[in-house]
C-alpha cells in the first residue's frame, strides 16, 4: 500500500505478465481463424458453379462492406485515415493485398478441380515457411525438441510432396503466398481490421472490373441469376473477413514460429474433408505424410505446454 516502501520491483515486475498476456491472447484468435478456413471447403461447394476469377472478385467486392460495418462499429476510421496517408503503409498493404488475392484464386481454383489434398499439402507447407521466416528474418528461436519437430514436419511434407509433382505447384504456391502475407501483415503498423479494409480498398476497383467483365460475357454474372447463389456469393464477404481479421490480430500478438505449427489445424481439417466429403483416395505415402506431421504437432505443443507451465511459476 506505502509506494515508498519498495518501488523498484513495481516496474520490473509488472511488464512481465502483461507481454505474456499480449501472446497468449493471440490464441484464440488463430484457432478461430485456422477453424473458419478447415471448413471453407464446405462452402466452396455452394459457388461451386462460379468460375474461380470471378467468385474471387465478388469475394472481395463483399469483403470491403464487412469491413466498414465493423469499423464503423469500432470507431478506427481515423486509424484508416492515418494509414492512408502513410506511403510506406499503403505498399506493404499493397503487396499484402496482391498476395492474398492470389492465394485466393489458387485455393478455389484448387478445390473446385478436385485437388483438396494438394490444397491441404499447401497448409501443411506453410507453418513450415512460417517457422523459417520467423528464425531467419524476426530473429525468433526455437527449443531443441521444437527442432526437432520441424525436422520431423520437414520429412513428412517432402515424402508428400515426392508423390505428388504434379500438383506440387498449387501446393507452393498456397504455402509462399499466405506465408508472407503473414509476415508483411505483422510488420505493418496498422491495425488488424482497418488493414483488411485497405486491403479490400485496394482491390476494389480490379475485383469490380472482373465482376463487369463477367456480367458483360455471352454466360453473364454468377451473381442475380439465382437468390440462394447469390446470397452465398454474399456470404464470402463475411467468411473472408472474419477469419482474415482473426489471423491479422494473432500475426502480430503471437511469435510467428507458433502461429504456424497452430496453422497445421485448417490442413487437417481440410484434410479430412477431402477424405470424407470429397472422397478422395487417400496414398501410402499421405498416410505416412500426415502421421510424420501429427507427430510434430505434438512435440511442438507439448514443448509449448510445458514451458506455459514453467513460467507463471517463476513469474
Known amino acids: 500500500m506505502n509506494d515508498t516502501?519498495?518501488?523498484?520491483?513495481?516496474?520490473?515486475?509488472?511488464?512481465?505478465?502483461?507481454?505474456?498476456?499480449s501472446k497468449?491472447?493471440?490464441?484464440?484468435?488463430?484457432?478461430?481463424?485456422?477453424?473458419?478456413?478447415?471448413?471453407?471447403?464446405?462452402?466452396?461447394?455452394?459457388?461451386?458453379?462460379?468460375?474461380?476469377?470471378?467468385?474471387?472478385?465478388?469475394r472481395i467486392v463483399w469483403?470491403?462492406?464487412?469491413?466498414?460495418?465493423?469499423?464503423a462499429a469500432r470507431r478506427q476510421w481515423g486509424e484508416i485515415r492515418a494509414a492512408l496517408t502513410n506511403p510506406?503503409?499503403?505498399?506493404?498493404?499493397?503487396?499484402?493485398a496482391t498476395l492474398i488475392a492470389i492465394n485466393w484464386f489458387v485455393y478455389?481454383?484448387?478445390?473446385?478441380?478436385?485437388?483438396?489434398?494438394?490444397?491441404?499439402?499447401?497448409?501443411?507447407?506453410?507453418?513450415?515457411?512460417?517457422?523459417?521466416?520467423?528464425?531467419?528474418?524476426?530473429?525468433?528461436?526455437?527449443?531443441?525438441?521444437?527442432?526437432?519437430?520441424?525436422?520431423?514436419?520437414?520429412?513428412?511434407?517432402?515424402?508428400l510432396a515426392a508423390?505428388?509433382?504434379?500438383?506440387?505447384?498449387?501446393?507452393?504456391?498456397?504455402?509462399?503466398?499466405?506465408?508472407?502475407?503473414?509476415?508483411?501483415?505483422?510488420?505493418v503498423t496498422v491495425g488488424a481490421l482497418p488493414g483488411l479494409a485497405i486491403e479490400s480498398l485496394l482491390l476494389l476497383i480490379p475485383a469490380a472490373g472482373i465482376a463487369a467483365w463477367y456480367a458483360a460475357s455471352p454466360a453473364g454474372s454468377s451473381f442475380g441469376n439465382s437468390f440462394w447463389l447469390s446470397?452465398?456469393?454474399?456470404?464470402?464477404?463475411?467468411?473472408?473477413?472474419v477469419p482474415l481479421w482473426l489471423f491479422a490480430i494473432a500475426a502480430r500478438r503471437m511469435p510467428y514460429s507458433t502461429l504456424g505449427f497452430v496453422q497445421f489445424l485448417a490442413p487437417t481439417i481440410v484434410f479430412v474433408l477431402g477424405l470424407t466429403v470429397f472422397q478422395e483416395d487417400l496414398k501410402p505415402v499421405q498416410a505416412a505424410c500426415?502421421?510424420?506431421?501429427?507427430?510434430?504437432?505434438?512435440?511442438?505443443?507439448?514443448?509449448?505446454?510445458?514451458?506455459?507451465?514453467?513460467?507463471?511459476?517463476?513469474?
Open 163 to 187: 508423390g505428388a509433382l504434379t500438383t506440387l505447384w498449387i501446393s507452393l504456391t498456397l504455402a509462399l503466398s499466405f506465408g508472407t502475407y503473414g509476415l508483411l501483415r505483422k510488420q
Open 290 to 315: 500426415f502421421a510424420l506431421i501429427w507427430a510434430a504437432l505434438a512435440l511442438f505443443t507439448w514443448d509449448l505446454w510445458s514451458k506455459s507451465r514453467v513460467k507463471p511459476a517463476a513469474i
Open 108 to 159: 478455389v481454383w484448387a478445390i473446385q478441380r478436385g485437388h483438396v489434398y494438394a490444397a491441404s499439402l499447401g497448409y501443411y507447407i506453410n507453418p513450415l515457411l512460417n517457422v523459417l521466416l520467423g528464425t531467419l528474418l524476426l530473429g525468433e528461436r526455437l527449443s531443441r525438441l521444437q527442432w526437432i519437430a520441424v525436422a520431423l514436419a520437414a520429412l513428412g511434407v517432402a515424402i
Open 24 to 58: 497468449s491472447s493471440g490464441l484464440p484468435a488463430a484457432l478461430g481463424a485456422y477453424i473458419v478456413w478447415g471448413l471453407m471447403p464446405l462452402y466452396l461447394i455452394l459457388v461451386s458453379s462460379v468460375p474461380p476469377v470471378e467468385f474471387v472478385g465478388w
Open 88 to 96: 510506406k503503409v499503403l505498399r506493404i498493404l499493397l503487396a499484402s
Open 5 to 21: 516502501k519498495a518501488p523498484a520491483p513495481l516496474p520490473t515486475a509488472m511488464p512481465v505478465p502483461e507481454a505474456s498476456e
Open 231 to 241: 446470397a452465398a456469393i454474399i456470404l464470402g464477404g463475411l467468411i473472408t473477413a
Open 63 to 71: 469483403t470491403l462492406p464487412v469491413c466498414a460495418v465493423i469499423v
